[in-house]
């Protein structure tokens, strides 16, 4: 039986989901408002300074599904706090590295580590939380990972303005470890794991199995436009906001980051929203609304770009709430695998539209990324009033 919502053990993961969530963002999008200064450091173009994100995120893509295999294998928590302890170390790491190449380096070993988290997050919560609580938890989980990102953005933002951007990175990986050691203190060993046969076949086997099924290729479609988009707009805001006609501080541009704070409540708000009346029903407005913020964002007053940032966060982090806890009710088996994908592709958005935007960004500027994150959320939009015809897979296993 899994845990219900008034348990002690319910309260302890979701605590301790909400640690993790936090380390794993805060450690991996620390860099983001740092991309200006390693521009200038090491004479860097826009598009060459974001691999410092894009490569993590690559490679965090790359190992979800072989860690999603491992947890299958030898258990949710142990992957995930070896995850944490790696990263926090890579990132304390990446603090000394001599060049960018190094820097890199360490930037990529962190996004292979990390690739240990948020799909075994995800299907921890799926087998260890009843039905009825799964899209409060996933809510909890994703708000620590949306504070994690706020703060982690901050921090750096803040310490490197005033110090250096080598002690930011030394102190945001110090934080990790921290985290990793109160995720470890506080997570319930699983009750209802149960080990299950890996390797290649079992791997096929899933993969034919999710990709058969009606809707969970159009979550993954969506975990890669709704991510993608997300990421590349917070890439380059910085850039357009330390330019001409701006030109505030890097400890200012930093601040805004403190719109993750909307994301820690609208991702639970959406959570409860969707556990009550259905997921599909709730999805489309959210996309929706992050559409029209990211186009309040071509204003050229600060206070509407500040307005439309707030309205982008707060639907991605209620879009990305829905969407993920809809993988775990639509996937029967191999749910570790079904959360892996989702993430795959969530992750590999961000790496290639980061990417693409820095192009983008080159030849047309904000106008251009907005143009192009505008068709990704268009086409978002579209997955998602498709979906609202999907049938549920039963009516005790998903609602309406």
């Known amino acids: 039986m899994t845990q219900p919502a008034t348990a002690p053990a319910y309260r302890r993961t979701n605590r301790?989901?909400?640690?993790?969530?936090?380390?794993?963002?805060?450690?991996?999008?620390?860099?983001?408002?740092?991309?200006p200064l390693f521009a200038h450091e090491f004479a860097l173009t826009p598009a060459q300074s974001s691999l410092s994100l894009s490569l993590s995120t690559a490679a965090l893509a790359l190992s979800l599904l072989l860690?999603?295999?491992?947890?299958?294998?030898?258990?949710?928590?142990?992957?995930?706090?070896?995850?944490l302890v790696v990263a926090g170390l890579m990132t304390v790491l990446s603090a000394f590295a001599r060049d960018y190449t190094e820097l890199l380096a360490a930037r990529t070993l962190?996004?292979?580590?990390?690739?240990?988290?948020?799909?075994?997050?995800?299907?921890?919560?799926?087998?260890?939380?009843?039905?009825?609580?799964?899209?409060?938890?996933?809510?909890?989980?994703?708000?620590g990972s949306a504070f994690g990102g706020m703060v982690g953005r901050m921090l750096a933002s803040l310490l490197s303005d005033f110090l250096s951007w080598r002690v930011a990175l030394a102190a945001m990986g110090v934080a990790g470890l921290l985290a990793a050691w109160e995720f470890w203190r506080s997570l319930p060993v699983s009750r209802h794991f149960r080990p299950a046969p890996g390797g290649i076949a079992a791997l096929q086997q899933g993969l034919r199995l999710h990709f058969g099924d009606g809707?969970?290729?159009?979550?993954?479609?969506?975990?890669f436009l709704l991510m993608g988009c997300f990421v590349s707009a917070y890439n380059f805001i910085g850039f357009r906001l330390l330019g001409p006609g701006f030109g505030l501080r890097q400890g200012v541009v930093g601040m805004i980051s403190l719109l993750y704070l909307l994301g820690i409540f609208s991702s639970v708000w959406a959570g409860r929203r969707?556990?009550?009346?259905?997921?599909?029903h709730i999805l489309w407005t959210t996309i929706a609304a992050m559409l029209a913020g990211l186009l309040l964002t071509l204003s050229s007053k600060l206070l509407l770009i500040a307005a439309g940032m707030a309205l982008f966060t707060f639907s991605f982090?209620?879009?990305?709430?829905?969407?993920?806890?809809?993988?775990?009710?639509?996937?029967?088996?191999?749910?570790?695998?079904a959360s892996a994908l989702y993430l795959f592709f969530y992750y590999l958005g961000s790496s290639v539209a980061g990417w693409l935007c820095g192009l983008?960004?080159?030849?047309g500027g904000w106008a251009g990324v907005?143009?192009?994150?505008?068709?990704?959320?268009?086409?978002g939009l579209l997955i998602a009033l498709r979906m609202r015809g999907l049938a549920p897979l039963a009516p005790a296993l998903e609602p309406a």
Do not use: N
Not at 370 to 379: D, E, K
């Open 67 to 83: 860690s999603s295999l491992i947890s299958d294998r030898l258990g949710r928590k142990p992957v995930m706090t070896v995850a």
């Open 16 to 35: 301790a989901l909400f640690f993790g969530g936090f380390s794993c963002f805060a450690l991996l999008y620390c860099v983001q408002p740092l991309l």
């Open 274 to 280: 969707a556990d009550r009346l259905g997921r599909r």
């Open 215 to 223: 809707g969970l290729p159009w979550l993954f479609a969506l975990a």
């Open 360 to 363: 983008v960004w080159a030849a």
């Open 110 to 143: 962190l996004g292979l580590a990390l690739g240990g988290m948020p799909a075994v997050a995800m299907a921890y919560l799926s087998e260890e939380v009843e039905a009825e609580s799964l899209g409060v938890s996933m809510g909890l989980y994703i708000s």
């Open 317 to 337: 982090f209620a879009s990305h709430s829905i969407a993920s806890s809809w993988v775990g009710r639509r996937a029967r088996s191999q749910q570790a695998l």
């Open 370 to 379: 907005v143009a192009l994150l505008g068709v990704g959320l268009g086409a």
